[in-house]
């Protein structure tokens, strides 16, 4: 028997997510991740394909996971005081409860299992167990942080940030990555990363746990161990360092995740790219809310690329730095803004090979050519679009519920 929320409770639950994508929802407001949960843990109760289920446990799935949903909301609260979105799921969970006379008490939804797989021969080796499991190979996603810095996330979104200390770029169930921004000398709001530690995780037999550390011209081709690659499955190494540039230049292969990380000295700061699979991305807690590659930088510490600070003389100088820019990156994508900032910030030429950098790793990460460039008028004309959209949504939806 196949069992359908009613019409109503449908646009109900459509106009809460059309709200809950507005993009006022900050960095530091987390609110997407508690919806992408629910939508994951009630996908299934519409029906379709599937054995029979009564009503009944239809409806107690559906109060799991809104209890669920629930407790997500809560521990966004302090982050999210003030946000329309937030508010508008903490009323829509309030009225789903309602509507479907879920208990307050009661168990919660399951959460979603890792993509570990079970372990089989191939199991150390990412890409074929996903290939042999899936029919496909796996989707790759790009995070990179360089210069003063910037933050491209796996999102595709690109912020500048005004962060100084340890921040955290990653932090999944496979993967923790940290970075660390301090002042540079040479300038007064110019910061570099002097900084980056990784910790691959101990992960089954494949790999015990290893941690990489790299500063400020000390980038080594060696774990923190001096060991150079850890793990062997079926004739392959699933965890390795190499260096094309002894101390400025690190890759680090984790085949038993499909993950690539790059690490390298570009003038008088580090940089970092990562290329890892969406599965991998995505494995971790709601709690685990600050991660720079997933959701940028926090809102109150992003400036804009595009407003660099002003130099001592800012006609002659902005005009040399673009010259300068543009003839290392002939496309006006951020690459080349970030560069333009860098080089206005700090005052120094060599800062220019950052973005230089950044951009060639992007080539090598991303397989498609049209995704490597990001244009910021680009992104600016999707954020205007994207209200006017909802509003036209908002208003079809207010017809057919009248």
Request: charged share 15%; proline share 6%.
């Amino acid at each position: 028997m196949e069992v359908r929320l009613p019409w109503k409770r449908c646009i109900h639950l459509t106009l809460l997510l059309a709200q809950l994508s507005l993009p006022e929802v900050g960095a530091s407001c987390h609110i997407l991740r508690c919806n992408s949960e629910f939508v994951a843990a009630t996908v299934h109760l519409s029906g379709g394909g599937g054995a029979a289920v009564s009503r009944e446990a239809v409806n107690s799935a559906y109060c799991s996971a809104l209890r669920s949903y629930g407790i997500c909301t809560k521990r966004m609260a302090r982050p999210c005081r003030g946000d329309l979105a937030y508010h508008s799921a903490v009323q829509g969970i309030e009225d789903l409860l309602i509507q479907h006379r879920c208990p307050r008490a009661g168990p919660t939804a399951q959460p979603r299992p890792l993509p570990q797989g079970t372990m089989s021969g191939d199991t150390c080796l990412y890409e074929r167990s996903f290939f042999s499991r899936e029919g496909h190979m796996p989707e790759y996603l790009h995070c990179s942080v360089f210069g003063d810095p910037h933050v491209r996330t796996f999102n595709n979104d690109f912020h500048t940030c005004a962060v100084q200390g340890a921040w955290p770029l990653i932090d999944n169930d496979y993967l923790y990555v940290q970075v660390t921004s301090t002042p540079a000398k040479d300038g007064l709001h110019h910061t570099v990363l002097t900084k980056v530690t990784i910790i691959f995780k101990s992960w089954r037999q494949c790999t015990d746990q290893q941690l990489y550390q790299a500063e400020l011209d000390d980038v080594p081709a060696a774990f923190a161990d001096g060991s150079q690659w850890s793990g062997e499955r079926r004739g392959h190494r699933v965890l390795t360092v190499r260096t094309e540039s002894p101390g400025r230049h690190a890759e680090i292969r984790a085949a038993y995740i499909g993950t690539l990380l790059v690490v390298r000295q570009s003038g008088r700061s580090l940089a970092l790219s990562v290329r890892s699979p969406r599965g991998v991305v995505e494995a971790f807690d709601p709690e685990h809310d600050l991660q720079l590659c997933v959701w940028g930088c926090p809102a109150s510490q992003r400036m804009s690329t595009l407003r660099p600070p002003a130099p001592d003389s800012p006609a002659a100088a902005a005009g040399g730095a673009e010259a300068h820019c543009a003839a290392l990156l002939p496309t006006p994508d951020v690459y080349f803004h970030a560069c333009v900032f860098d080089l206005l910030a700090s005052g120094d030429l060599n800062s220019s090979r950052a973005a230089v950098g950044a951009l060639q790793d992007a080539r090598n990460m991303i397989g498609s050519r049209q995704g490597v460039h990001l244009l910021p008028a680009a992104a600016a004309g999707r954020a205007q679009l994207q209200p006017q959209l909802l509003l036209s949504m908002l208003g079809v939806l207010a017809w057919l519920w009248y």
